[in-house]
């Protein structure tokens, strides 16, 4: 299984000529190191990078899926490193509670927030704490599904708690950037969402909902374990794609977070810049239960459903559209990840057999999507591969409107919040960075609200949950696989492809390596005059 994904990455390593740099692009060891002989730092370290869309505030409690902006202000209770392993951050260790019911972790006494005050298990405590109680949900909450409740054991000690035994809350502990208990209650959930502060190297001087985070390097403070060597990192949302590639290319940013279709990144790379990829993340449309009964009844017939995925032609799509980048897509887990079910059959494009189903479901002659699909960009996904879906199921005779949003709206919408309702269809999809589904998993579990639910499969649940009870690794991972095969069978998504997510960095760039692209940090990098 893994060597298949293996073997992929390399194909589409010689395909695209290199994943990495085509010099060597070394980073330093520590801040002060010295750099290569031929090369000196540049005076002034701001980092400036830019990526499709934002988060809609500037708090972690607004995303799941954002470590990438909220580190930089942030610390994690754990962290994440090659092969799915878990590493010390706020806690520098942890051990599982004799009686199986949660985990103890001990933390660092050397974290201070920016305003001065030392991180303590109260705040860990605290953080937890708003996972269980505060209505609607945090997004996060789906990242600690069994979190039954929080003890306090001393200044640095703190207990999470299960009703069971369950593996799944370590995995979820790196989503879990730790607020400052004090300060929040002080000023509220809208004030710390107006000026949040964290116990990261940077604190939050700008941000412009759509537009700009500007972190800046706090000042008289020495992270413990983190050593950025940026004095300031700027994130800034830029939609349009040709508008990223002209911002590296006029020297207005140092490095693209995704975004870039395959050509802009080969034509990047030949003009100097270096092009990183990362594991592979799903691309999906998922079918809203509930919506498609007010609007598209059609949608709940599972011969319909599968109609549509027959009508994709996911093997044209990743050579053509991808360049070869992606690959097809048959279910909720990437390949190469534990989860992945090797057993599942792949999808066959096969329009004949689209339209006998259709016609078997007692429409012939198609029908139209009341609403549009809503998609937003971000994980390798591009404009071109809806447009695709749409032409393909033309063909068909199903008819469907596109609707891309500002990547805030389309968080709103996925979670059902702030007024905003899902239509029929909605793009989905990301990574697996902790390799036991449980990032995708708090978007398709029956245990979310009513609202949230898209289309619940109970015995997807049941095994799921099983899973994460398994003390045994492979036991684990096989209970995995079999709940992922009672999902697909429902067929309540259609299935694109698995698609690397692409980086792109300025030829003045050093040390921009991506490992775990949802786990990624902006520490080590640094730019050359």
């Known amino acids: 299984m893994r060597g298949a994904s ?5 194909g589409v390593c010689l395909l695209i000529a290199a994943c990495a740099p085509a010099q060597p692009v070394p980073g330093p060891a520590q801040p002060g190191a010295p750099a290569e002989p031929q090369e000196r730092r540049a005076a002034q370290q701001v980092l400036r990078i830019g990526r499709p869309g934002f988060p809609i505030s500037a708090s972690p409690e607004s995303s799941s899926a954002n470590n990438q902006i909220f580190g930089n202000q942030f610390d994690t ?3 994440v490193g090659k092969g799915y392993q878990l590493q010390p951050a706020v806690a520098t260790r942890w051990e599982f509670l004799p009686n199986d019911n949660g985990w103890r972790f001990f ?11 030392k991180l303590t298990a109260a705040d860990v405590e605290f953080t937890a ?10 997004p996060q909450r789906g990242l600690l599904p069994k979190l039954a409740d929080v003890r306090l054991v001393d200044e640095y000690t703190v207990d999470l708690l299960t009703a069971g035994r369950d593996s ?8 879990l950037f730790i607020l400052p208990k004090n300060y929040y209650q002080s000023v509220g959930k809208d004030g710390f969402a107006l000026k949040p502060i964290g116990s990261g190297p940077y604190e939050l001087v700008e941000f412009k909902t759509a537009d700009v985070f500007r972190y800046r390097l706090r000042p008289n403070y020495t992270h413990p374990y983190r050593k950025p060597i940026a004095t300031e990192v700027i994130w800034r949302a830029i939609p349009e794609s040709t508008a990223l590639v002209n911002g590296l290319r006029l020297g207005e940013l140092d490095i693209i977070w995704t975004g870039l279709s395959p050509d802009q990144a080969e034509a990047a790379k030949r003009e100097g810049n270096t092009v990183v990829l990362s594991e592979p993340s799903s691309a ?8 498609s009964e007010k609007h598209t009844p059609a949608l709940l017939d599972r011969r319909v459903r599968l109609a549509l995925n027959y009508a994709v032609d996911r093997e044209t799509l990743a050579k053509n559209l991808y360049r070869g980048y992606a690959q ?3 279910q909720v887990a990437i390949p190469g990840t534990p989860a992945y079910n090797p057993d599942i059959p792949p999808f066959r494009y096969d329009v004949a057999e689209a339209k006998r189903l259709l016609a078997e479901a007692g429409y012939p002659n198609g029908f139209k999507v009341q609403n549009p699909l809503d998609y937003t960009l971000g994980f390798g996904v591009l404009d071109a591969l809806f447009l695709a879906v749409q032409d393909s199921w033309k063909q068909i005779g199903v008819e469907v409107g596109l609707q891309r949003n500002e990547v805030g709206i389309w968080v709103d ?10 239509n029929e269809l909605i793009s989905s999809g990301g990574s697996d960075p902790v390799g036991i589904l449980l990032f995708f998993r708090q978007f398709i579990t029956c245990n979310n609200p009513p609202a949230r639910i898209i289309w619940c499969v109970p015995e997807f649940d049941r095994l799921m949950d099983l899973a994460y009870a398994e003390p045994d690794a492979a036991k684990r991972e096989q209970l995995v696989r079999e709940a992922i095969k009672a999902h697909q069978a429902e067929i309540s998504y259609v299935y694109l492809l698995a698609v690397p997510q692409i980086f792109v960095a300025g030829p003045k760039v050093r040390g921009f390596t991506v490992d775990t692209a949802a786990f990624w940090t902006s520490d080590n990098v640094y730019k050359v005059e």
């Open 107 to 117: 933390l660092r006494r050397d974290l201070t927030f920016s305003n001065g005050e």
């Open 168 to 175: 799944s809350l370590l995995y979820g502990t790196p989503y």
């Open 77 to 79: 209770l754990t962290s």
């Open 6 to 10: 293996i073997h992929w990455l390399l």
């Open 129 to 138: 704490r708003m996972l269980l109680e505060v209505s609607p949900p945090l």
């Open 328 to 330: 097809p897509l048959n």
């Open 413 to 422: 919408k996925f979670y059902a919040r702030n007024n905003q309702v899902r």
């Open 284 to 291: 999906l449309i998922a079918i809203d239960k509930a919506a």
